[in-house]
T-cell receptor, first 111, second 116 residues
Framework: RKEVEQDPGPFNVPEGATVAFNCTYS??????FFWYRQDCRKEPKLLMS???SGNEDGRFTAQLNRASQYISLLIRDSKLSDSATYLC????????????FGTGTSLTVIP | EAQVTQNPRYLITVTGKKLTVTCSQN?????MSWYRQDPGLGLRQIYY???????DKGDVPEGYKVSRKEKRNFPLILESPSPNQTSLYFC???????????????FGNGTRLTVT
């Protein structure tokens, strides 16, 4: 079983739509959770960390559900510039500060 | 500016010709790691380092070497490159201070390697 699993998509949504991505993780002792954005052939860039109480940054909302071991990312009012691949990343100190990546979810926002 | 710097950005080489991809970070991070990214396979870890003189194999270490003689540098060495090592490579670093358990990975801007 993979450490982190993500629906690869692709998600094709119209501008202005709300879209949600989910990601599940297998290590119940995982401590840190992140969403990264990756544009084609570029490096992944931190979009937001995910905190236990959930957190919001403008149009982006991240949630963590420890009981069910999943994290989610909600994008409201999608923009064309949101088109990218979104990576779920989980960090587990009990496995030596290792980071585990989902394979990424592809999003295309259509005019 | 806090950053991870990789060089070169692009490299075309021939089979068997030794090469080194450099990685340097200026954030005093303990943890550094190398990944390769191939279409449909996502990011796969090659090697990582928890601190100076401490390195460990990741998921795909075959054909690669690393060293961590200084905290800021973590070069990736391909002693005898082969065409199956053609890929996009990323270096990344993170703080692993107990008080910084939420510290995310910071990525370099990538090295696109082609081995012919």
């Amino acid at each position: 079983r993979k450490e982190v699993e993500q629906d690869p998509g692709p998600f094709n949504v119209p501008e202005g739509a709300t879209v949600a991505f989910n990601c599940t993780y297998s290590n119940s002792a995982s401590q840190s959770f992140f969403w990264y954005r990756q544009d084609c052939r570029k490096e992944p860039k931190l979009l937001m960390s995910v905190y236990s109480s959930g957190n919001e940054d403008g149009r982006f909302t991240a949630q963590l559900n420890r009981a069910s071991q999943y994290i989610s990312l909600l994008i409201r009012d999608s923009k064309l510039s949101d088109s990218a691949t979104y990576l779920c990343v989980v960090n587990s100190l009990n496995t030596g500060n290792q980071f585990y990546f989902g394979t990424g979810t592809s999003l295309t926002v259509i005019p | 500016e806090a950053q991870v710097t990789q060089n070169p950005r692009y490299l075309i080489t021939v089979t068997g010709k030794k090469l080194t991809v450099t990685c340097s970070q200026n954030m005093n991070h303990e943890y550094m790691s190398w990944y390769r990214q191939d279409p449909g396979l996502g990011l796969r870890q090659i090697y990582y380092s928890m601190n100076v003189e401490v390195t460990d194999k990741g998921d795909v270490p075959e054909g690669y070497k690393v060293s961590r003689k200084e905290k800021r540098n973590f070069p990736l060495i391909l002693e005898s490159p082969s065409p199956n090592q053609t890929s996009l490579y990323f270096c990344a670093s993170s703080s692993r201070d107990r008080d910084s358990y939420n510290s995310p990975l910071h990525f370099g801007n990538g090295t696109r390697l082609t081995v012919t």
